[in-house]
């Protein structure tokens, strides 16, 4: 849980969890309760966290997007569910998500930052001693909420794609595999993208989209789950809709029924509940069946 103080709470005093019974999808939710949190001191206004392993220790670490101090907080772990004092590294303004790859295939985790105030994409390669070198800024749409990291031509080379809430697109940037990128594609998905998850949905094995989009703030209307199908080559067919709640926020991708197909999970804002779309296995979803979840649900992790 991250909160605007800007600290970050590990873990919380209490979680919702969805419990899965299969067959079908996410049954019951329990709370779940944990040993008393920690605090750990980010940059101000966090907007979001990653984990991986940036200095090679075998330790899970931590990075943080500050949206006011337009940097990004690493945290590296001790391995006794404690961190470092923050080190704190200069993105783009209004750093809003942050996500993780080896985008220069040296075997050393990099970072990649959407800032939404700058309508770009930061990408920060790591020395694989914790530490980064400064922020390449590659551009993208206008409004940038959410980056995600997958292959999407099939060249062993990471790519992006990140959805723009103020351009109502999906740019897809291609990697060169040497920590750049080409220059942004933009896809139409609808009004108020704001998530983007990676998955192959129909099983011929090229990387999928799926995004979640907001609609219009006020009535609600158009928000949905948008899938984009890959064709393999870094390009994708044009998007269809699949209803979830009201306000949809975020999305993530499993197998939540056991059947092998990859299913959505959507968190909507203003319903307060998770949406659960089953998928067929042919980039199309069953009907959403929603879940209670609690007040303004913005993220779902899987």
Same mark, same amino acid.
């Given at each position: ?62 990075? @943080? ?25 200069? &993105? ?29 994409? %930061?990408? !920060? ?8 070198? &400064? ?7 206008? +409004? ?8 999407? +031509? ?19 940037? !291609? ?42 703030? %006020? ?46 999970? @959507? ?7 998770? %949406? ?13 069946? +929603? ?12």
């Amino acid at each position: 849980m991250i909160r605007n103080s800007g600290w970050i709470l590990l873990p919380g005093a209490a979680v919702l969890l969805f419990l899965s019974a299969f067959p079908g999808a996410a049954s019951a939710q329990t709370r779940v309760s944990f040993v008393a949190r920690r605090d750990f001191t980010a940059g101000y206004d966090p907007m979001s966290v990653a984990v991986g392993d940036f200095n090679g220790d075998g330790v899970p670490d931590l990075v @943080v997007a500050n949206r006011v101090f337009n940097n990004v907080s690493v945290l590296l772990g001790n391995g006794d569910g404690t961190f470092q004092a923050a080190q704190p590294i200069s &993105a783009g303004t209004r750093p809003i998500f942050v996500a993780i790859g080896d985008f220069n295939g040296d075997g050393k985790l990099d970072l990649v930052v959407a800032n939404e105030g700058s309508n770009n994409v %930061s990408v !920060l390669l790591g020395n694989g001693q914790g530490a980064f070198q &400064a922020a390449q800024n590659f551009a993208a749409g206008t +409004n940038p909420q959410s980056v995600a990291v997958g292959d999407f +031509n099939g060249d062993g080379k990471l790519d992006l794609a990140v959805a723009n809430e103020g351009s109502g697109d999906v740019s897809v940037l !291609l990697g060169n595999g040497d920590g750049t990128f080409q220059t942004a594609v933009a896809l139409a998905t609808g009004t108020h993208p704001q998530s983007v998850a990676v998955g192959d949905f129909n099983g011929d094995g090229k990387l999928d989209l799926a995004v979640a989009k907001g609609g219009d703030l %006020s009535s609600g209307a158009g928000g949905n789950v948008t899938v984009l199908l890959g064709n393999g080559d870094g390009t994708f067919q044009t998007a269809v809709a699949f209803a979830a709640d009201d306000i949809p926020q975020s999305v993530a991708v499993g197998d939540f029924n056991g059947d092998g197909k990859l299913d959505l999970a @959507v968190a909507n804002l203003r319903s307060g509940d998770v %949406s659960v779309l089953l998928g067929n296995g042919d980039g199309t979803f069953q009907a959403a069946v +929603n879940y209670a979840a609690g007040g303004a649900p913005s993220s779902i992790v899987v």
